[in-house]
């Protein structure tokens, strides 16, 4: 499972992106575009990379935010099978089809396509406290409702 995440910071170079909650940025920048621009499928997609990346990184309610988002938008997604991106991520079937996403959107497509959007991301997780509201802010909740929601007792 941490194997996924160091492919990708191997592939970026050091002066673009080798921070993780950059990379959990980038992704959830582009779900939150792909939302406005009605393309929910496209979302779903960059919603569970940002989800592994969130399981990897720790932040399990974000991962389960994330998972949570795609449910409510296709209630009969593959993520359905598992009741956590964490637990989603020891399946060879999910793993697959998180390779194939990665495929899809590997890290130099997406940041070129934040940079489409014009969103710079210079600096910008410097403003947040913590990694997880950070993630909470470009979900569009806050900090206390991931926890409410998806708080170790409630684990999705």
């Known amino acids: 499972m941490r194997h996924l995440l160091a492919r990708i910071a191997l592939r970026v170079d050091d002066v673009s992106m080798p921070d993780p909650s950059q990379v959990l940025g980038l992704y959830l920048h582009l779900a939150h575009a ?4 009605k393309r929910p499928h496209a979302r779903d997609r960059l919603l569970i990379l940002s989800g592994v990346i969130a ?3 720790n932040l399990a309610e974000v991962a389960a935010c994330c998972r949570h988002m795609v449910l409510e938008h296709n209630p009969n997604h593959l993520i359905k099978r598992w009741d956590s ?3 989603a991520l020891q399946d060879s079937d999910f793993l697959h089809f998180v390779k194939q996403l990665w495929r899809r959107y590997p890290l130099e497509k997406a940041e070129s396509m ?3 959007l014009g969103i710079d991301m210079a600096c910008e997780r410097d403003t ?4 997880d509201e950070y993630a909470a ?3 569009g909740v ?4 991931l926890s409410s929601m998806f708080g170790k007792e409630n684990d999705d």
């Open 34 to 37: 792909s939302l406005k621009r």
């Open 114 to 116: 934040l940079s489409a």
């Open 142 to 145: 806050t900090p206390q409702l």
């Open 85 to 87: 991106l964490g637990a």
């Open 137 to 139: 802010a470009l979900l």
């Open 128 to 131: 947040y406290y913590s990694d």
């Open 55 to 57: 399981v990897q990184m």
